[in-house]
C-alpha cells in the first residue's frame, strides 16, 4: 500500500504528492522551491542547493536519508547547468553516491527553474542509511547472515556433485592448439 509523505512543500493544490512510500521504497521528486511554494530562480548552484535540501527533507520524514538513494534522474533545461549541480550533489550525497542519468529538457514544470530531480531510496525495513536505526540494521545483518549460509550450502552442494562426477564435475578436452592442428594436417597429406 502506498502513502503520501507530508514534505511541507506546496504543491499549489494540484493533484499530486512530492514523495509516495510503498513497499520501503519512497520516491520522490525535489525542485528548487522555498516552502511557500515560490520558485527559486537564482544561480543554478543556488537552485541545486534548494532543491537537494528539498529532497533530503522529504526523505528524512518517510524515514530515510540521502545514504538511502538509490537511483537519481536529473533534469536541467541547459547543459550548463550539469557541472555546477554536480558539485553540489557531490556535498549533498555521501559515497557510493546513487545511479545517475541527466536529461536535458525544453524547460520544467515551474517557470524559471532550471532542474528537477526523481530519486527513488530504499527507506523500509533493513534500510541501513542515516535514518536507519538500530533495528534496521540488525534486520540488514540477518540478510546478509542467511545469505552467506545460503551461499556456503550452495558452494558446498556443487563441491558435492562435482565429486560424484556429475556433468558439473566434468574434465572437458582442451581446446585444440593451432600448432597442433597444422601437425595433424601434415600427417594427413
Request: glycine share 10%; hydrophobic share 40%; proline share 4%.
Amino acid at each position: 500500500m502506498k502513502r503520501a509523505i507530508q514534505t511541507g512543500i506546496s504543491t499549489h493544490n494540484r493533484p499530486f504528492e512530492w514523495a509516495i512510500v510503498a513497499n520501503g521504497i519512497c520516491y520522490t521528486a525535489a525542485a528548487p522551491l522555498h516552502a511557500d511554494g515560490t520558485p527559486e530562480t537564482g544561480a543554478i548552484g543556488t537552485q541545486a542547493r534548494l532543491a537537494l535540501s528539498n529532497l533530503a527533507k522529504q526523505l528524512k520524514a518517510a524515514g530515510g536519508s540521502m545514504a538511502d538513494v538509490v537511483q537519481a534522474m536529473l533534469y536541467v533545461t541547459d547543459r550548463a547547468f550539469i557541472d555546477p549541480i554536480t558539485e553540489e550533489w557531490a556535498i549533498a550525497f555521501p559515497k557510493p553516491y546513487p545511479n545517475r542519468a541527466t536529461v536535458i529538457v525544453k524547460e520544467i514544470g515551474v517557470r524559471g527553474v532550471g532542474m528537477v530531480v526523481m530519486a527513488t531510496a530504499h527507506v523500509g525495513s533493513g534500510h541501513i542509511g542515516a535514518g536507519g536505526g538500530h533495528a534496521a540494521k540488525a534486520a540488514g545483518k540477518t540478510r546478509t547472515a542467511k545469505a552467506a549460509h545460503k551461499t556456503r550450502a550452495a558452494k558446498a552442494a556443487r563441491k558435492t556433485r562435482t565429486a560424484k562426477g556429475s556433468k558439473l564435475g566434468a574434465k572437458r578436452a582442451p581446446k585444440k592448439t593451432a600448432a597442433r592442428k597444422s601437425a595433424k594436417r601434415g600427417k594427413r597429406r
